[in-house]
């Protein structure tokens, strides 16, 4: 089955800063891949999400690539705001059988003032 | 729009004790999930519900039964709670089954004593 890897589980930047995050996937036909930001003692909030088709997709400060080739797929965070700080995880569902989503095990970023 | 209505937030039993989570949608949507959160693991999918009249197991689904009571309205059952099932239990809906965005609720924090 699908397996999602996510790296890394802590990342620490500067206010203004660039984060960036990263998540590789087994099943080469999967073909949708959402964030999700969770904030503390909140569920999951899709922040962006991009399709096998496309190759990147912005949304203001957020953008995700997705490399079908490496089977890999990264979010992109410019411009940090303390208010960035969260836990953001990825997913991917598997292009076979059930689609379910297949999370990684996020990453807890802490934007610093 | 409250979007996914999870009920209660916090609820702590005692070994071998039962209870329902509730979770109530108003997105109109067909597809429903329960998940469970544990540190470092990422969410797990117990079980999930594609359509109303229908449901089906997910990864993690034993000393668990669900409900899919109508359109809106999504149960999770522990018949007999276990110290194992400790852990934050999160529903979400979606559209239709498959690859599309999930909205999920603020979770229920359950701890077994």
């Known amino acids: 089955g699908e397996n999602v890897e996510q790296h890394p589980s802590t990342l620490s930047v500067q206010e203004g800063d660039s984060a960036v995050i990263k998540c590789t996937y087994s099943?080469?036909?999967?073909?949708?891949f959402p964030w999700y930001k969770q904030e503390l003692g909140k569920g999951p909030q899709l922040i962006i999400d991009?399709?096998?088709?496309?190759g990147e997709k912005k949304d203001q400060r957020i953008a995700v690539t997705l490399n079908k080739t490496a089977k890999h797929f990264s979010l992109h965070i410019t411009e940090t705001q303390p208010e960035d700080s969260a836990v953001y995880f990825c997913?991917?569902?598997?292009?076979?059988?059930?689609?379910?989503?297949?999370f990684g095990t996020g990453t807890r970023l802490l934007v610093s003032p | 729009n409250a979007g996914v209505t999870q009920t209660p937030k916090f609820q702590v039993l005692k070994t071998g004790q039962s209870m329902t989570l509730q979770c109530a949608q108003d997105?109109?949507?067909?597809?429903m999930y329960w998940y469970r959160q544990d540190p470092g693991m990422g969410l797990r999918l117990i079980y999930y519900?594609?359509?109303?009249?229908?449901?089906d197991k997910g990864e993690v689904p034993n000393g668990y039964n669900v409900s899919r009571l109508n359109k809106r309205e999504f149960s999770l059952r522990l018949e007999s709670a276990a110290p194992s099932q400790t852990s934050v239990y999160f529903c979400?809906?979606?559209?239709?089954?498959?690859?599309?965005?999930?909205?999920f609720g603020d979770g229920t924090r359950l701890s077994i004593l």
């Open positions: 979400a809906s979606s559209t239709v089954i498959g690859n599309q965005p999930q909205h």
């Open positions: 099943d080469s036909a999967s073909n949708y």
């Open positions: 991009i399709r096998s088709n496309v």
């Open positions: 997913a991917a569902t598997p292009g076979t059988g059930f689609q379910k989503l297949v």
């Open positions: 997105m109109n949507h067909n597809s």
């Open positions: 519900s594609a359509s109303e009249g229908t449901t």
